[in-house]
């Protein structure tokens, strides 16, 4: 089993920046992607940005060039970086883990086993 945590949410400016973090335990995600996804009141979860073990990549388009994901093994943590937030990033940020031994990222959702609860991210215009 793999528990997830994310922290790091809060209330920012337009513009600002903050940096969530996803801490997992009960295994360690050797073999593991590990996805952002976020949803905002009255609309349906999207994906956001993901990471393979071995640090491949993918981004949305709403936030390629804004956020950075990266991931520290040795403490079994993904960060989300973002800056240059606007308004409409405002939603609950989920992580999400799930086994993928061919060292690649994935979109959909279901391929996510383990969820962490969210933390909520409010950009104010």
């Known amino acids: 089993q793999v528990q997830l945590v994310e922290s790091g949410g809060g209330l920012v400016q337009a513009g600002g920046s903050l940096r969530l973090s996803c801490a997992a335990s009960g295994r360690i995600l050797f073999n593991y992607a590990v996805g952002w996804f976020r949803q905002a009141p009255g609309k349906e979860r999207e994906f956001v940005t993901a990471i393979s073990w071995n640090d491949s990549t993918d981004y949305s388009d709403s936030v390629k060039g804004r956020f950075t994901i990266s991931r520290d093994n040795t403490k079994n943590t993904v960060y989300l970086q973002m800056n240059s937030l606007k308004p409409e990033d405002t939603a609950v940020y989920y992580c999400?883990?799930?086994?993928?031994?061919?060292?690649?990222?994935?979109?959909?959702?279901?391929?996510?086993?383990?969820w962490g609860q969210g933390t909520q991210v409010t950009v104010s215009s």
């Open positions: 999400a883990a799930g086994r993928r031994p061919s060292l690649t990222v994935t979109r959909f959702a279901d391929e996510y086993g383990y």
